[in-house]
T-cell receptor, first 109, second 113 residues
Framework: DAKTTQPNSMESNEEEPVHLPCNHS???????IHWYRQLPSQGPEYVIH???SNVNNRMASLAIAEDRKSSTLILHRATLRDAAVYYC??????????FGGGTRLMVKP | GAVVSQHPSWVICKSGTSVKIECRSL??????MFWYRQFPKQSLMLMAT?????????EQGVEKDKFLINHASLTLSTLTVTSAHPEDSSFYIC?????????FGQGTRLTVV
């Protein structure tokens, strides 16, 4: 699976929107873009995924660039419970997911 | 979404003993499950792929005789850490796919003393 690049950490204020970027310049046409998050001392949690079009669900929105070489996870109103490590992962084969370093999101009250 | 349940959440064992960790898919069948290990302040590293009814596939550097994996049914995979040593202390996490998403257990914190 192709590699992704994310900032190591980001800060946000509570109740403000958060935009978490991910670069994946070597993405292939069949790669899905997945986002997972891991709260402290827990297993990762599925957030959202997409292929080409922007996606919305109850947790977040995923904005995918037209060339698919980057994407942005959008949390519309950050809460303290959103403080976690967010992983952007490319996957196309239904096999294991390969985790990079992710972005540690800190939310300030 | 689908639910993957992992048990126990934490375990403390003496050096030289064995520990079994269970991973269940509660509302879907999983012919394949994945076992990860995570050391403090590091990302998840894949240890092995567990296949129902056949042998597991281990990643390079993971000792198959030390980390025994059994996937006897479509909803249960177990990881047994044999002859555990302090360096095996880690956070172990299982996962199963309900395509296209992956779902993860709560993790098991193993401490070997």
């Amino acid at each position: 699976d192709a590699k992704t690049t994310q900032p190591n950490s980001m800060e946000s204020n509570e109740e403000e929107p958060v935009h978490l970027p991910c670069n994946h310049s070597t993405i292939s046409g069949t790669d899905y873009i997945h986002w997972y998050r891991q709260l402290p001392s827990q297993g990762p949690e599925y957030v959202i995924h997409g292929l080409t079009s922007n996606v919305n669900n109850r947790m977040a929105s995923l904005a995918i660039a037209e060339d698919r070489k980057s994407s942005t996870l959008i949390l519309h109103r950050a809460t303290l419970r959103d403080a976690a490590v967010y992983y952007c992962i490319l996957n196309n084969a239904g096999n294991m997911l390969t985790f990079g370093g992710g972005t540690r999101l800190m939310v300030k009250p | 979404g689908a639910v993957v349940s992992q048990h126990p959440s934490w375990v403390i064992c003496k050096s030289g003993t064995s520990v079994k960790i269970e991973c269940r898919s509660l509302d879907f069948q999983a012919t394949t499950m994945f076992w990860y290990r995570q050391f403090p302040k590091q990302s998840l590293m894949l240890m092995a792929t567990s296949n129902e009814g056949s042998k597991a596939t281990y990643e390079q550097g993971v000792e198959k005789d030390k980390f025994l994996i059994n996937h006897a049914s479509l909803t249960l995979s177990t990881l047994t850490v044999t002859s555990a040593h302090p360096e095996d202390s880690s956070f172990y996490i299982c996962s199963a796919r309900e395509l296209p998403a992956a779902f993860f257990g709560q993790g098991t914190r193993l401490t070997v003393v």
